[in-house]
């Protein structure tokens, strides 16, 4: 029934990029820090990836060591921030960034997804996957991770902050139906 939420690996992008849904490569550190990820893997069952090429192969690579098989599940993508996806953060347009911060949870300024719709595929997601007696490895993305441990509605409330290549676990009692 554990469920643990590993962040994928480095990506090949500059910090000061936004990016969510978009499809990016990797790092050069890929194999030292898969390698890193999994001597801390706990024991599981099973692997669920975003379909996102830096979970895939964080995923594959994982699947290589454990023998587990991989399944890929959408609910787990990052968040689609529409006309955002790829522009420096210092180009969003101040205004869009000020209206996504008054109604951080409903507002979607850049076109994509608000962080509610987020945080509710990923809770169904979750859900789905509480199963007795396995433990499940999400591989998946910061924003899905701050989605899944949010305790409200306010941006401080979704300060979950994980390192790539890095997991936590996710305690089952009620966090999928907050």
Known sequence: MPITLMRHTTPNVSTQICYGKTDIALAASFESEAAAACKVLPSIDAIVTSPLSRCRKLADYLSAQTGVQISIDDRFKEMDFGNWEMM??????????DIWADNFLHGKPHGGESVHQLRQRVRQGISELQHENSHTLIITHSGVI????????TIADFDTRIGFGMSTSLIQTSAANR
Request: without cysteine; negative net charge; proline residues 11%.
């Open 88 to 97: 420096p953060w210092s180009d969003i347009p101040r205004d869009e960034l």
């Open 146 to 153: 701050r989605a899944a441990f949010s305790t409200g509605d």
